[in-house]
Structures are given as structure tokens and as C-alpha cells.
């Protein structure tokens, strides 16, 4: 399964990196997505790593601020958050894609984390 940390209390401006954990199975075989869900806001694709050639996509809400990365020796996908702005609060969630390709659909991913929390708020 699919474990988050990294979420927190963060005043605009500021940086948090998410980690996205897997026991069980190899991360570096999956595409993995971060998405994220505001109070009363759908969900929102914010950003995907691909495998094995870790290209990158990011929404265009998060482009120059936020980077996603791979460390194979920890299987580990972090998400690295900076600048951050109010409208970035939300719960955020890693999910992984069988066969390496990004999806653009939330229900195309096979694996789910249960979500860490980020609040961006002076």
C-alpha cells in the first residue's frame, strides 16, 4: 500500500515535501500521481512522475513551484512544495498506475494513499 507524510501547518511562501511510501510492491515500476482535494473543490490532478523515465507533468496552477522526484532506494516518490499560496490547501493524495503512464482520470489508478493534510494559512 500507499503511505503519505510530509503534510503540515505552513505559512504562504513557505516549502513542505511530501513523501510517498510503498510497502509490497516497487514503486519504480508505476507511474505514481499526486492529486489533491479542497473542502468543497473537486478533485485535482497536480502532478505525475512516469516509469521507467521519470517524466514529469505538473498542473499549470503549480508549474515553477512544485517538483516531483524518485529515490529507487528508498521507494519513495516525493512531491517538493514551494512558494506555497492559501489556494494550495487541501488534503493531498499519492496514487500509483500500473505500466508507467500517467493517467489524466483519478479512477485509473489502481493504488491510493490515505491522504496528508496541507494548510497554508498566516
Known amino acids: 500500500h500507499l503511505v503519505e507524510s510530509g503534510g503540515g501547518l505552513v505559512q504562504p511562501g513557505g516549502s513542505l515535501r511530501l513523501s510517498c511510501a510503498a510497502s509490497?510492491?516497487?514503486?519504480?515500476?508505476?507511474?505514481i500521481a499526486w492529486f489533491r482535494q479542497a473542502p468543497g473543490k473537486e478533485q485535482e490532478g497536480v502532478s505525475c512522475?512516469?516509469?521507467?523515465?521519470?517524466?514529469?507533468q505538473f498542473t499549470d496552477s503549480v508549474k515553477g513551484r512544485f517538483t516531483i522526484s524518485r529515490d529507487n532506494g528508498r521507494n519513495t516518490v516525493y512531491l517538493q512544495m514551494n512558494s506555497l499560496k492559501p489556494e494550495d490547501t487541501a488534503i493531498y493524495y499519492c496514487?500509483?498506475?500500473?505500466?508507467?503512464?500517467?493517467?489524466?482520470?483519478?479512477?485509473?489508478?489502481?493504488?491510493w494513499g490515505q491522504g496528508t493534510q496541507v494548510t497554508v494559512s498566516s
Open positions: 509490497g510492491f516497487i514503486l519504480n515500476h508505476y507511474a
Open positions: 512522475i512516469t516509469s521507467p523515465d521519470a517524466s514529469t
Open positions: 496514487a500509483a498506475a500500473i505500466g508507467g503512464a500517467c493517467r489524466p482520470v483519478s479512477s485509473n489508478y489502481e493504488y
